[in-house]
């Protein structure tokens, strides 16, 4: 899929980038996008996406759309207002549904020394099998724990509702996160843990 101001030299409206989006085949492989020079209105996306028949927005805790902001009285563990540094993490962990997509728009990149990295759990699952630990992985799952010390827990492994391949759940952004063995699993709390500090 090619947006035309990834080459960073014109921009394009909102209207134009939710057209875009609207393109993405999601029974194929996802796809990580850099996009440049979008003029984006978070509101009138919104407003696109609620009024489609093919996409659907997905509220996070703190709505449709979620703010990521530097706040000075933060609490330590609030990270999305404050620019601490926080290990990986997979968005929407609390989430009932894998969303099919997620958008992140910088409004201002701040003047950080430490830079903000995006993985694939496509590429995570790709070594466990070369090195014959996939099925192991399917024996646990993850328990997420968010700020106000509730647990959400899902299968490390799941399959994507759209096309039916394998997607990882995991966080390393807290130390309350961890995995632990599905019911039945011959697999203890030991082997869980060693598997969390090999991912």
Do not use: W
């Not at 009138?44 to 530097?70: C, N, Q, T, W, Y």
């Not at 609490?75 to 989430?95: A, C, E, V």
């Not at 994507?160 to 990882?168: A, G, T």
């Amino acid at each position: 899929m090619n947006f035309e101001s990834v080459n960073k030299k014109e921009s394009i409206s909102t209207e134009k980038f939710y057209k875009e989006l609207t393109k993405i085949d999601f029974t194929k492989e996802g796809t990580r996008l850099k996009i440049f020079n979008v003029n984006l209105d978070p509101e009138v996306l919104v407003k696109l996406i609620s009024e489609s028949e093919l996409l659907m927005p997905i509220a996070s805790s703190d709505g449709v759309i979620s703010h990521v902001r530097e706040t000075p009285d933060a609490d330590t563990f609030d990270y999305s207002q404050s620019s601490r540094y926080f290990k990986l993490h997979t968005d929407g962990q609390y989430m009932p549904a894998v969303p099919e997509m997620a958008i992140l728009h910088c409004v201002d990149p701040g003047s950080s020394e430490i830079p903000t990295v995006f993985a694939d759990t496509q590429d995570i699952l790709k070594v466990l099998k070369s090195t014959n630990k996939l099925e192991e992985a399917k024996e646990y799952e993850f328990i997420f724990r968010n700020r106000k010390g509730l647990d959400f827990v899902r299968p490390l492994i799941e399959m994507h509702p759209s096309n039916s391949e394998p997607i990882m759940n995991i966080a390393i952004a807290s130390p309350q996160c961890h995995l632990r063995p599905l019911h039945g699993s011959n697999k203890n709390q030991k082997d869980a843990d060693r598997f969390y500090e090999l991912l």
